[in-house]
Every structure is written in structure tokens, then in C-alpha cells.
């Protein structure tokens, strides 16, 4: 069970164009998904939290015009990268909590490998 | 507010020697604790946590940790590692008050395993 999956697992695209990342929980129902970003050797940093039904929570420093959160159901979040540059090139990993899950674990998908050009 | 700090970057060992990864926390509330793995271009699975209770934790593929609630630390240990440990190790925290708390991870330790 707490299966989280992510589409795609990789993404090639031009500079300047906008990327969607899907993040689905399979088998429960998300009532808050993390988004995060991992550069090459390092670890995860939390982007924004977002709760089913209401607008996301940025971290300090991720720009939220640049970086479109939707939650719009239980079991679905999106991440758009808008106008996206080379230094947006990174793997993003979003994450799901929820109900029946106990003592606020948090089940990670396989992430999202972005490369722009 | 909650830190992690992971003193190991790198942790080589010879194949079934045992392996201590060390983690220490910081943080002015209670907190759950987490082990999370991740695989070469892969997402984090989940190792083990902590939430209440007994101390030690043990997880999957043989891994267990202990909370040391005075020294600040939740170390990860196992007694006999295997090639397919090789994988990057992460400790984490997050803010027991909260039913969904962010999770706040420390910079990560790769462990290396040699035959």
C-alpha cells in the first residue's frame, strides 16, 4: 500500500517552454503533497506543501509564479514549471500524506528527471 | 524549527561488515524521525521511523535505528551490509504536532559497499 507514482519519470525541453508534472497517490487519499527538488549530490529540498482544495505553501526563495501547484483532488497534484530555464534542470520528487497514514509519514514517488535545453 | 545533520558524507565498507550511519537532530518540539534510502535515479523509499514508543526501530532489509532522546541522535545500523546496500541514506525529521508535517532532511550519506 501508499503507492505515490509521478509522470512523467523524465523530461527534455526548450528554454522558455512550460513543463507539468503529474503526482498521483494510488491507493490513498492525499490530503497534503509535497513537492521537492534534488540537485546532482545533494538532498531534497522542500518547494511547497499543498492541501487538497487550497492554494500551496511556498518554502522561501521558490518562486510561485514559477512554480504552479495545483491540488485539486485527493489523489492528484500538479507542478508546472513555467517559462522554464537550464537552471531549472533538476529531479523533482513530490510526496503524499494522508489519511490512514500514520504519524505524518510521508510516501515518495519515483520522481521526475528535467532537463531544459 | 527542525535541523538534521548527517557528519558522514561517504561511509565505505567491505561487504558483511557491519555499518553505523550517523544522525543527529535538532529541534525545540517533539519530533517523528525517519530513515529514507534512494536507489541511483531513484525516489526515497522508507527504511524505517520512529513515531513512539519502544526506541529501537528496526526496518526493512535488516536496518534498525535507536532514538537517543538525550543525545540527540538516531544512528542506523546493520549488522551485515550487502552489495545492494549501496544507495544514498537519508535522515529526517518532522514536527510531531502537526498531522502532516513537512519533513526536513539531512544532506544525505552514501554508502559505498566494496567485495
Known amino acids: 500500500g501508499a503507492v505515490v507514482s509521478q509522470h512523467p519519470s523524465w523530461v527534455i525541453c526548450k528554454s522558455g517552454t512550460s513543463v507539468k508534472i503529474e503526482c498521483r497517490s494510488l491507493d490513498f487519499q492525499a490530503t497534503t503533497m509535497f513537492w521537492y527538488r534534488q540537485f546532482p549530490k545533494q538532498s531534497l529540498m522542500l518547494m511547497a506543501t499543498s492541501n487538497e482544495g487550497s492554494k500551496a505553501t511556498y518554502e522561501q526563495g521558490v518562486e510561485k509564479d514559477k512554480f504552479l501547484i495545483n491540488h485539486a483532488s485527493l489523489t492528484l497534484s500538479t507542478l508546472t514549471v513555467t517559462s522554464a530555464h537550464p537552471e531549472d534542470s533538476s529531479f523533482y520528487i513530490c510526496?503524499?500524506?494522508?489519511?490512514?497514514?500514520?504519524?505524518?509519514?510521508?510516501?515518495f514517488g519515483p520522481g521526475t528527471r528535467l532537463l531544459v535545453l | 524549527a527542525q535541523s538534521v545533520t548527517q557528519l558522514d558524507s561517504q561511509v565505505p565498507v567491505f561487504e558483511e561488515a557491519p555499518v553505523e550511519l550517523r544522525c543527529n537532530y535538532s529541534s525545540s518540539v517533539s519530533v517523528y524521525l525517519f530513515w529514507y534510502v534512494q536507489y541511483p535515479n531513484q525516489g526515497l523509499q522508507l527504511l524505517l521511523k520512529y513515531l513512539s514508543g519502544s526506541t529501537l526501530v528496526k526496518g526493512i532489509n535488516g536496518f534498525e535505528a535507536e532514538f537517543n532522546k538525550s543525545q540527540t541522535s538516531f544512528h542506523l545500523r546493520k549488522p551485515s551490509v550487502h552489495i545492494s546496500d549501496t544507495a544514498e541514506y537519508f535522515c529526517a525529521v518532522s514536527d510531531r504536532r502537526a498531522s502532516a508535517s513537512k519533513i526536513i532532511f539531512g544532506s544525505g550519506t552514501r554508502l559505498s559497499i566494496r567485495p
Open positions: 510526496s503524499a500524506s494522508g489519511l490512514g497514514l500514520a504519524g505524518s509519514t510521508q510516501y
